[in-house]
């Protein structure tokens, strides 16, 4: 295995772990709560930030990954960090909690599956 291809690897279960870190901080969370939480939101937003980097590292080294894992948007994902990241000033909490309860648990899915399918000649 090349070693782009171990990074893709390493960069796509940093996506995962931001996923996974984004459903522990809201889960059992109401939506008044979330947008009463200021610690909260900057937390969600910083790994839905982090996803996007990831994404966007992973695009780099794998530059087929959106043919190769069709369920994962691999370019909204990173579209997304730039909008938390350059447009902070603008930035809708109501869509980070739209993101956060409606978005990351089927890309959570998502790269589960793509992980779990991964093969060792993947390149």
Same mark, same amino acid.
């Given at each position: 295995?090349?070693?782009?291809? !171990?990074?893709?690897?390493? /960069?796509? &279960?940093?996506? =995962? ?10 889960? $059992? ?5 979330? %947008?009463? !939480? $200021? ?6 937003? +910083?790994? *839905?930030? =982090? +996803? ?9 080294? =794998? ?10 948007? /691999?370019?909204?994902? %990173? ?7 350059? $447009? ?12 956060? *309860? $409606?978005? *990351?648990?089927? +890309?959570?899915?998502?790269? &589960?599956?793509? +992980? ?8």
């Amino acid at each position: 295995m090349s070693q782009h291809v !171990n990074r893709a690897r390493d /960069f796509m &279960e940093h996506m =995962l772990l931001s996923c996974n870190k984004v459903q522990r901080d809201i889960d $059992g969370m109401s939506e008044a709560a979330f %947008y009463s !939480n $200021g610690t909260i939101q900057d937390a969600v937003m +910083l790994n *839905i930030a =982090l +996803l996007g980097a990831a994404s966007k590292r992973l695009m780099d080294v =794998l530059p087929d990954a959106a043919t190769r894992f069709p369920d994962v948007q /691999f370019a909204a994902i %990173y579209a997304m960090r730039n909008r938390l990241i350059h $447009g902070y000033e603008s930035v809708m909490i109501e869509r980070v909690w739209e993101s956060a *309860i $409606g978005e *990351i648990p089927p +890309l959570r899915a998502a790269l &589960e599956a793509a +992980l779990a399918s991964w093969t060792a000649d993947l390149s």
